[in-house]
């Protein structure tokens, strides 16, 4: 009995672990190549993508943003290093922040309130949301038209961009929703599972309802880039003999396929060949093919030939 609720405990966490160091010492991102800020802004949710205490941030309300959604157990210093690659291609973004350990419903509905409140302070309402793992399915749930907080007459032009989100639920998380398991563990499977996730322990179970009936995107949304990875045999560190002490491995791509999200008209399906973290990058992996994806889609401006050097370099610098 005590093996089979440690295992449970075990299986949620690690069912969403995609936590990496962040550098205390990166509290800003290079603005040099941005658009002069004209706005001085405090929006509940949004800040700057550092961990930086101070959440207030700068835009230019004529230029597109971007706003980052990391996953479980993530920050928004988690995607520090991809705000600056967007900076150096001119391009602004912005960090949405959440308590990993609330619903999902009240975390994209805390996305959706703070997307509005942004498309109401910029000129272009152009906003490309990118949610990674966990953070992209509160990313989708954010711009649903029956989601009970959904902002559907927010006047904005939406893009969305999700990557290696289980939208088919937790495979590790399924004890949670078992009623065997519930008998074999006495009836401690729920708060075994509260404890290893909080309010959203059986929204990321693939019988929950979040994940059942997704949704139908809101009419601002004109397109759903879908980005599935193979993360079979990947690894997201070696050992000192280079064989692998940590793999990369954490949704399965049934994990992250979902009938009813992937046949939306609006969506583009794309699968790539990498690990959970290699696809959004670390302090040691460039995420050189969400950079490519992401170039390819028109979401990031390539460099100009003469700033390929430069922006190699920066590469480099971030991810060593």
């Known amino acids: ?28 991102i290079d603005q040099t190549k941005l658009p002069a800020p004209d706005l001085n802004l405090t929006i509940s949710g949004l800040g700057p993508c550092t961990e930086n205490q101070n959440r207030s941030f700068q835009l230019n309300s004529q230029a597109p943003v971007v706003v980052m959604v990391h996953g479980c157990l993530g920050s928004a210093g988690r995607f520090r290093a991809l705000a600056e690659v967007f900076a150096f291609s001119g391009q602004q973004a912005v960090c949405f922040s959440y308590n990993d350990r609330d619903s999902l419903l009240v975390s994209s509905g805390q996305l959706s309130a703070s997307l509005e409140q942004l498309a109401a302070r910029i000129e272009s309402k152009e ?13 989708r749930k954010a711009l649903v038209a029956n989601h009970a907080d959904s902002q559907q007459q927010i006047n904005t032009e939406l ?21 065997l398991g519930r008998i074999l563990s006495l009836g401690l499977t729920v708060p075994i599972c509260m404890i290893a996730s909080g309010d ?41 003999d280079n064989n692998c002490a940590e793999d990369d491995f954490v949704f399965s791509l049934g994990e992250q396929r979902n009938k009813a999200v992937d046949e939306g008209e ?14 959004v990058g670390d302090q040691r992996v460039a995420p050189v093919k969400l950079i490519a994806i992401l170039q ?10 003469e700033q ?13």
Not at 162 to 167: K, M
Request: charged share 20%; hydrophobic share 40%; glycine share 8%.
């Open 266 to 279: 609006k969506v583009i399906n794309l699968d790539a060949r990498a690990g959970h973290v290699e696809i």
């Open 200 to 240: 959203k322990w059986y929204e990321i179970t693939g019988a929950s309802e979040f994940i059942n009936q997704p949704g139908e995107l809101i009419q601002q949304v004109e397109a759903h880039l879908k980005i599935n990875t193979d993360e079979t045999g990947s690894c997201r560190r070696a050992d000192v």
């Open 308 to 320: 390929l050097a430069a922006f190699n370099e920066l590469l480099t610098r971030l991810y060593w």
């Open 127 to 139: 906003i490309t949301v990118i949610g990674h793992s966990q953070g992209g399915l509160i990313a």
């Open 1 to 28: 009995m005590k093996y089979f609720l440690a295992s449970i405990l075990f299986v949620v966490i690690s069912g969403c672990t995609t936590l990496v160091r962040i550098d205390p010492e990166f509290q800003r």
């Open 296 to 305: 390819q889609q028109g979401v990031l401006k390539d460099p100009e030939p």
């Open 159 to 179: 893009k969305l961009i999700t990557v290696s989100a289980p939208f088919s639920g937790i495979k590790a998380a399924g004890h949670c929703s078992s009623t």
